[in-house]
């Protein structure tokens, strides 16, 4: 009768210990990349500038030579500097980047929503929306 007990408690416990951990780990969490470069200063300052200005305007600074380029930037720096102390906080500077990145998106989207709403009627129907998406398929 002993055998039979301690056979069952060997099994339970090897059933026990090699089963899932009961434990749940904290996912992590990450926010999106400001910028689909890669960031390596040592290389470029590209990630930077796309994260600062927007995929979208820090193209167009690519093509400006240098001194247009600080001109703008130094118009840029006085609407980053929302309290006018001369000065652009950490603060600010976030705020300016999140700023930047969600006007990219917005236009992102209205460019995709005018791709899709072919009628231009201001809707963008199930056939409007297969024949923009699918429609090299169909």
Same mark, same amino acid.
Request: aromatic share 10%; net charge positive; proline share 4%.
């Given at each position: 009768m002993l055998f039979p @007990?301690? !056979?069952?408690?060997l099994a339970a416990w090897a059933l026990c210990s090699?089963?899932?951990?009961?434990? %749940?780990? $904290? @996912? *992590? *969490?990450r926010e999106a990349p400001l910028s689909a470069r890669e960031h390596d200063d040592a290389q470029s300052f590209d990630y930077d500038h796309d #994260? &600062?200005?927007? #995929?979208?305007? #820090?193209?167009s600074f690519d093509q !400006?030579?240098? $001194? $247009?380029? =600080?001109?703008r930037l130094g118009k840029?720096?006085? =609407?980053i500097d929302e309290n006018g102390d001369g000065f652009v906080t950490v603060e600010e500077l976030k705020a300016w980047i999140? &700023? #930047?990145?969600? %006007?990219?998106i917005y236009e992102d989207v209205?460019?995709?929503w005018k791709g899709h709403d072919l009628n231009e009627d201001g !809707? *963008?129907?199930? $056939?409007?929306?297969k024949n923009a998406t699918y429609g090299y398929i169909l």
């Open positions: @007990r301690l !056979l069952l408690c090699s089963g899932k951990p009961t434990e %749940r780990k $904290e @996912r *992590v *969490v #994260a &600062f200005l927007g #995929a979208e305007e #820090a193209k !400006l030579t240098p $001194e $247009e380029s =600080k001109e840029i720096v006085g =609407k999140k &700023f #930047a990145q969600k %006007r990219w209205e460019r995709q !809707l *963008v129907s199930w $056939e409007e929306y």
